[in-house]
């Protein structure tokens, strides 16, 4: 049997659920993912003067043929998206500004110095999201910024944070795609604080002054990323998740939660529920957690599976912005990128080809029985069949074929850089 013959073999074992398999297929095709560029660089950027990645967070691995400047990361992004079915968006930060060799200080950044990605970003139909970067920089090297206790310090992330809204506002009406502007401070304390409401107090400060200047909603949407502990802040994080919920809801923005902002047992799949009742939209940051916030590559595994289920069946596919945050350095970034990003999208079409409704009735009816057994009976299901064509249909490659062109990529391009 060839590929379309498997998947109308596979559509039947859903169809006796009542799912419309061909229209799960066209929603999904809807769905964009934001794809987070600092996959391909390890999280260095462009900047002319760099600092070393700081802010607690870090990339572990030398594995060669990093994007050294901007058009290699657009050329390793083109063929990462090639291998990803759909059309998505990607997601910058402040650090890959292109100022022609030029320093230009995070507080100057300008629509300008974003126009190479804001054409190419065009030419691909892409969308585009961004965030300052607030780290890995002289002026965050004691790890605070927004909560810093000297005012100068705050007032140049303050400016910085500005300006970096006006590039999301610059992006919306360019690509005629709402651009989403997400915050995130490392500030924390390694040993335990001799005074907790001083930071937060002047971190709310800062954020009602970044966020009083007025940006049109239809181009930018602004969130805050809360976090529970980073390296060399692990007693105390300024933005935790508390202080981001209520800012967030009192000034309008949004949420965004990252799957490795919590205690371990603790998982994002559970909380979407509540935030959705109270929020008309979120954002995520999908990510891996292992052991710690170690930001390892999406996988196929149960969170994620659990999360996209979240996200379908309550309806949420159109409120809930999913935003993908991993950097490893010890493998080939490009198959990073598709790895993660290809697992997204399965395990969103994992839950399109659920029977929601049934296993909801199941539950309100007490018949815990037959909610665990269909569960476990779905998982061997042929999801595969299904994505397989999914991937045809979409001119991408189908199962391990993509593996192929990332190791002639490699052969053709990476091996050629450093
Ligand atoms: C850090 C946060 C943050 C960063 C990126 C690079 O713990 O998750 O989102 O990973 O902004
Ligand atoms: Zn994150």
């Keep these: 049997m060839n590929i379309k013959e498997r998947y109308l073999e596979a559509k039947k074992d859903y169809e006796k659920f009542g799912i419309n398999v061909d229209k799960v297929l066209e929603d999904l095709k809807k769905v964009k993912i934001s794809i987070h560029c600092w996959q391909g660089d390890d999280v260095t950027g462009f900047e002319v003067s760099q600092s070393e990645l700081s802010g607690g967070i ?3 691995g030398n594995y060669p043929g990093k994007a050294r400047n901007a058009e290699e990361l657009r050329k390793d992004l083109d063929k990462a998206l090639s291998l990803i079915p759909g059309k998505h968006k990607v997601n910058l930060h402040a650090i890959y500004a292109e100022t022609n060799g030029e320093v230009i200080e995070r507080d100057e950044i300008k629509p300008e110095h974003f126009e190479n990605w804001v054409n190419w970003a065009k030419e691909k139909e892409l969308g ?15 790890g605070l910024t927004l909560s810093h206790p000297n ?3 705050r007032d140049f992330w303050i400016r910085h944070s500005i300006a970096s809204r006006k590039i999301g506002e610059y992006f919306g009406k360019e690509l005629g795609q709402t651009c989403v502007t997400n915050l995130w401070i490392p500030d ?6 001799s005074d907790r409401l001083g930071p937060r107090a002047r971190l709310k400060d800062s954020l009602e002054q970044i966020y009083a200047v007025d940006i049109n909603k239809k181009y930018n949407l602004d969130c805050v990323e809360s976090k529970v502990f980073g390296i060399g802040a692990e007693s105390y994080t300024v933005g935790s998740s508390e202080f981001y919920i209520n800012f967030a809801a009192r000034n309008n923005i949004l949420s965004l939660m990252d799957t490795g902002h919590y205690h371990p047992t603790e998982v994002v799949s559970d909380k979407l529920s509540a935030m959705l009742l109270f ?9 891996r957690p292992v052991r710690w916030d170690s930001d390892h590559v999406v996988i196929f595994d149960d969170e994620l599976k659990e999360i996209a289920k979240e996200i379908v ?9 999913i935003g993908l945050d991993f950097f490893d350095a010890s493998i ?14 399965k395990a969103l079409l994992s839950a399109m080809l659920t029977p ?7 539950q309100d009816e007490g018949n815990f029985t037959e909610r665990l057994a269909l569960m476990e009976e779905l998982k061997t299901y042929p999801m595969g069949d299904i994505w397989n064509y999914y991937c045809e249909k979409n001119n991408v490659p189908v199962g391990e074929a993509w593996i192929k062109e990332v190791k002639e990529y490699e052969e053709n391009e990476l091996s050629k850089r450093n």
Excluded: Q
């Design 151 to 153: 005012k100068d310090i």
């Design 128 to 142: 585009l999201d961004f965030n300052p970067t607030i780290f890995s920089h002289p002026k965050a090297c004691d």
């Design 356 to 362: 929601n409704e049934l296993l909801k009735k199941y």
């Design 58 to 60: 870090a990339a572990t």
């Design 279 to 287: 929020n008309e939209k979120l954002a995520l940051h999908v990510s």
């Design 188 to 193: 924390g304390y390694k040993d335990i604080p």
């Design 313 to 321: 069946r309550n309806d949420a596919l159109d409120r809930v912005i």
């Design 332 to 345: 080939n970034r490009i198959a990073a990128w598709t790895i993660g990003t290809r697992n997204m999208i």
